[in-house]
């Protein structure tokens, strides 16, 4: 079906923003059976975030500049001021060559210095393409054109907002732009651009400032585990001494790409992007749904390292349908705000049961907690070893 009668039967069914985020998204109309073969995602994201009377869109896209004229600036800084002051992040003060697994002990102090560096726009260009040059989310990345597209689009991102450059947006802007992939070559960009940019609003101040993780870690996340399933809480916490922040940070940055298929995640985004619910709070709040759901994995690891590989290896067939597991994270986050504590707790324990059947039946009726652990890490170790 052409794209324009996708949009125009989209547009019918769904005549405002309101009607598109209430019934589209979150009453999931979107993904049913019949309804799914109409999605443009694209159109989508574009009608939830790019209206007309925003004065903060960004209208044109500055070209990348050419090397020679980097360096050009940088010989002279007290004749190119101004072009100095257009072209160098002036808050830049995160190094972007950070991985994943270098960024998940955020108290060694070798890693802060390093978070501290300023670095040039030419550094900055050069670790934008390396980051593109690896970028999995679809073969369209392997494109030259695309690869050019992708690398215009977070330069005018960096230097539209005066920021320094980290490693994971390169993945977080893929995701926005593929969306956009059958739009002519300046709308995709422009559009990629200020979706993007509406998306990062909201994740960059609580994901990609480390002081800032870290309190959503400790604080926010934390307390609403504890609140909704306290057993877990400490499981996780206490007997295992896990530091929650030490895997929240790949979830959180990247908003479960590493995590999930790439479709299921589309869905979730589709709900985040609606933001009538404040980003960090309905993330925290679908984690918390999330490890519930495979409360009998986690509760079968015999160490720290068993549980981290859980997380960072989430099982696919444990998954909760998208549209469920948003809604119960919609209200969990009401209970929440609303502090409504006890109900929290209930709807941990039906979520629980719901998810664990035949492990949260027997482990309300068995006394010893270390044999039933026991028990379930034995079952696991053998069905792993029967899927080799």
């Known amino acids: 079906m052409a794209d324009s009668n996708l949009i125009q039967h989209l547009v019918q069914r769904y005549g405002t923003r309101e009607d598109l985020t209430r019934r589209g998204i979150w009453r999931g109309d979107l993904y049913n059976a019949e309804e799914s073969r109409f999605l443009d995602r694209g159109w989508c994201w574009k009608t939830l975030l790019l209206r007309g009377e925003d004065e903060l869109l960004v209208t044109e896209l500055a070209p990348v500049p050419e090397k020679a004229a980097i360096e050009e600036a940088q010989l002279h800084p007290d004749r190119t001021q101004s072009r100095l002051r257009n072209l160098t992040p002036e808050r830049a003060r995160t190094?972007?060559?950070?991985?994943?697994?270098?960024?998940?002990?955020?108290?060694?102090?070798?890693a802060e210095d390093r978070l501290k560096e300023k670095i040039s726009v030419q550094e900055t260009l050069q670790i934008v393409r390396l980051d593109i040059s690896r970028l999995l989310l679809h073969p369209m990345f392997e494109s030259t054109e695309c690869k050019a597209e992708m690398v215009q689009i977070l330069y005018n991102y960096v230097m539209h907002n005066q920021i320094s450059y980290k490693q994971g947006y390169h993945e977080l802007c893929g995701a926005v732009y593929m969306q956009m992939a059958n739009e002519s070559c300046e709308t995709r960009k422009l559009n990629t651009l200020n979706i993007f940019n509406k998306l990062m609003e909201r994740a960059r101040p609580v994901f990609y400032e480390e002081a800032a993780l870290l309190d959503f870690a400790h604080f926010k996340f934390d307390r609403i585990l504890k609140l909704t399933m306290p057993k877990l809480h400490h499981l996780l916490t206490k007997h295992h001494g896990l530091d929650n922040a030490v895997w929240l940070i790949r979830w959180t940055r990247l908003l479960f790409l590493r995590e999930f298929d790439l479709?299921?995640?589309?869905?979730?985004?589709?709900?985040?992007?609606?933001?009538?619910?404040?980003?960090?709070?309905?993330?925290?709040?679908?984690?918390?749904?999330?490890?519930?759901?495979?409360?009998?994995?986690?509760?079968?690891?015999?160490?720290?390292?068993?549980?981290?590989?859980?997380?960072?290896?989430?099982?696919?067939?444990?998954?909760?349908?998208?549209?469920?597991?948003?809604?119960?994270?919609?209200?969990?986050?009401?209970?929440?705000?609303?502090?409504?504590?006890?109900?929290?707790?209930?709807?941990?324990?039906?979520?629980?049961?719901?998810?664990?059947?035949?492990?949260?039946?027997?482990?309300?009726?068995?006394?010893?907690?270390?044999?039933?652990?026991?028990?379930?890490?034995?079952?696991?170790?053998?069905?792993?070893?029967?899927?080799?």
């Not at 060559?97 to 998940?104: F, V």
């Open 263 to 388: 479709n299921y995640v589309l869905k979730v985004w589709d709900h985040l992007l609606t933001f009538v619910i404040p980003l960090e709070d309905l993330v925290a709040c679908c984690i918390v749904v999330l490890l519930i759901a495979i409360a009998r994995d986690l509760y079968s690891c015999e160490d720290q390292g068993e549980v981290i590989s859980i997380l960072l290896h989430y099982p696919s067939d444990k998954l909760i349908d998208c549209v469920e597991l948003m809604n119960k994270s919609a209200g969990l986050y009401e209970l929440y705000v609303t502090k409504q504590y006890a109900d929290m707790k209930g709807l941990g324990e039906n979520l629980c049961k719901v998810h664990n059947r035949q492990w949260y039946d027997k482990q309300t009726q068995v006394a010893d907690q270390n044999r039933l652990r026991l028990e379930e890490r034995l079952k696991r170790r053998i069905g792993q070893r029967l899927r080799k």
């Open 95 to 110: 190094h972007p060559l950070m991985h994943g697994e270098d960024e998940a002990n955020l108290g060694n102090q070798d």
